[in-house]
């Protein structure tokens, strides 16, 4: 049981190039979330999903798009990088509807766009 | 909205002693709930703990305790005689119920050194 996986765990782009972060989970989840840790900012949530086939924007959705074409992969991409997306982005998932669920979150992925 | 306050930054301690990292939380939901999760320096999140807000009892497990109280919208966290390995950063978030699905909301996170 692998939990949350996510690839790559380190990019570096160059302003202008695109680029997707895939997330995996292995626990029949339906809720899966994107964030975002910067430093003194805590983590902050970029789109989520409900269940396969939707998405829905979070805290900062700008330059991002998602999608959720099976249960268990969420796809994050960048299409037009720009440093100010440097960050290390975090997958996770939870069980389902029940709002004391916990979310489980993936290694991350640190990116670096210069 | 909603908003989560850790206000320590930084906090230094010496091995064996007690260190508690402050957690203020602001919501207009009457049914929330509150997570607390360690990140180490290898940098994955680890969940420790959720409580609810209609549960106001103290936790404790092995080394770690929390103290939730809803008059002062405060879910504060105390390691007992730290060690090294609780070196890390340890956030504390806030999930309501207006929204269908629940948003959770992080606090910037409290950096705690553990020095031997």
């Known amino acids: 049981n692998a939990g949350v996986t996510q690839t790559p765990k380190f990019r570096v782009l160059k302003t202008g190039q695109s680029m997707t972060l895939l997330c995996a989970q292995d626990m029949n989840h339906e809720y899966m979330y994107w964030y975002r840790q910067d430093p003194g900012m805590g983590l902050r949530l970029i789109h989520y999903?409900?269940?396969?086939?939707?998405?829905a924007k979070g805290e900062v959705p700008d330059g991002y798009n998602v999608s959720r074409l099976k249960k268990q992969n969420f796809l994050l991409g960048l299409e037009s990088a720009a440093p100010s997306q440097t960050s290390v982005y975090f997958c996770?998932?939870?069980?389902?509807?029940?709002?004391?669920?916990?979310?489980?979150f993936g290694p991350g992925t640190r990116l670096t766009v210069l | 909205a909603q908003k989560v306050t850790q206000a320590q930054t930084e906090i230094s301690v010496v091995e064996k002693e007690d260190v508690t990292l402050d957690c203020v939380y602001e919501?207009?939901?009457?049914?929330?709930?509150l997570f607390w999760y360690k990140q180490p320096p290898s940098g994955e999140l680890v969940f420790l703990i959720r409580?609810?807000?209609?549960?106001?009892q103290n936790e404790i497990s092995g080394r770690y305790s929390w103290n939730f109280q809803k008059s002062t919208s405060s879910f504060n966290f105390t390691i007992t005689a730290s060690q090294v390995v609780d070196s890390a950063v340890y956030f504390c978030?806030?999930?309501?119920?207006?929204?269908?699905?629940?948003?959770?909301?992080f606090g910037a996170g409290t950096q705690v050194v553990v020095t031997p």
């Open positions: 999903s409900v269940g396969e086939g939707t998405t």
């Open positions: 919501t207009r939901d009457t049914t929330y709930y």
């Open positions: 978030a806030l999930k309501g119920t207006t929204d269908s699905w629940g948003k959770l909301q």
């Open positions: 996770a998932s939870s069980a389902d509807r029940e709002r004391d669920n916990e979310q489980f």
């Open positions: 409580r609810n807000s209609f549960d106001e």
